[in-house]
């Protein structure tokens, strides 16, 4: 078999429709895995309970012998869109189409090439936010950004309005790791500063019980009243703490057409949307918003729990 180049990878990775490609040995730095530990020691992960899961910290644990972690992104930002009295507006991420089903349509064909190109087969295990690993630690430590105090991962060229998704493979590939660990968001507060529930703590540190995309996707129970009141206008996921750092004001890129409000639900929600989801619940399959739910979101929207 000829040397597999990161050339040829970089390009395959591209074609299927990622806008970046990194690559890196399949071990969590020590430095993030204590970060980790300590942010599980001070219940930052709320009701998060799969959080504590530390088969994160060893993707060996997910994948025996894996030598490399190649990391894929997606560059998803859209207009940033102003609130409306009569409707919700739903976080950039989710207008389009589930990002979980697009990342595992190119996984599956990555592998495919990749077990062709080898000649090897069971070498490698996709993963995109569907297992426990910390994939921003490793994108990091593959060259492709560095944590931003409002603890997203921060391209270089893309800034934070990003997805990852990634494999695990058994191949010794060489890094493209470069050293962009050091902070470099400077004396900057502003993504501190603009979050309306104070969820971020500190630099680096969120406190998921108090964030309101936690409120409005993750969580079941009743959004706290103190939460709900420092709702701008969102009634799926927040985008405040990424439209007002600096690394995201820039010409945007052409961007993936699976990720644009055309291809979703789209940017807002009325409460007559939201009624008519509940009538035709397979609408909402392949959104992002399914994982809240119809009766969800018209919580969120009206403040009722029934019709």
Aim: glycine share 8%; proline share 6%.
């Amino acid at each position: 078999m000829k040397t597999l180049l990161i050339d040829e990878i970089q390009e395959v990775a591209l074609n299927l429709g990622w806008d970046d490609v990194g690559i890196t040995p399949a071990e969590i730095p020590q430095e993030d895995i204590a970060a980790y530990q300590d942010w599980l020691a001070k219940e930052y992960h709320a009701e998060l309970t799969y959080m504590e899961n530390q088969i994160r910290c060893d993707p060996k644990e997910i994948l025996p012998g894996a030598k490399t972690a190649i990391l894929f992104l997606s560059y998803y930002k859209q207009p940033k869109m102003e609130f409306r009295d009569n409707a919700g507006l739903i976080a950039s991420y989710a207008r389009g189409r589930d990002y979980h089903n697009v990342h595992r349509k190119r996984l599956k064909k990555f592998i495919n090439w990749l077990e062709e190109r080898t000649g090897q087969k069971g070498i490698a295990r996709g993963f995109s936010d569907s297992k426990p690993i910390l994939e921003k630690a490793l994108a990091v430590q593959a060259g492709l950004g560095w944590f931003g105090k409002n603890t997203l991962l921060i391209h270089r060229k893309f800034g934070t309005f990003t997805l990852l998704s990634g494999i695990l493979t058994t191949l010794e590939l060489p890094s493209t790791g470069v050293s962009l660990r050091l902070p470099k968001c400077g004396s900057c507060t502003r993504c501190l500063d603009a979050c309306p529930t104070g969820a971020l703590s500190s630099p680096y540190q969120l406190d998921a019980g108090l964030c309101l995309s936690y409120h409005l996707i993750e969580s079941k129970k009743e959004i706290p009243s103190e939460i709900k009141e420092k709702n701008p206008g969102y009634v799926f996921g927040c985008d405040i703490c990424q439209d007002v750092c600096p690394h995201n004001v820039r010409k945007e890129p052409i961007h993936d057409g699976a990720f644009s409000p055309e291809s979703g639900v789209g940017t807002y929600l009325t409460l007559g949307e939201i009624e008519a989801f509940e009538e035709e619940p397979e609408r909402l399959y392949g959104s992002p918003l399914n994982r809240r739910g119809a009766r969800g979101l018209r919580y969120t929207l009206s403040g009722k729990s029934d019709t």
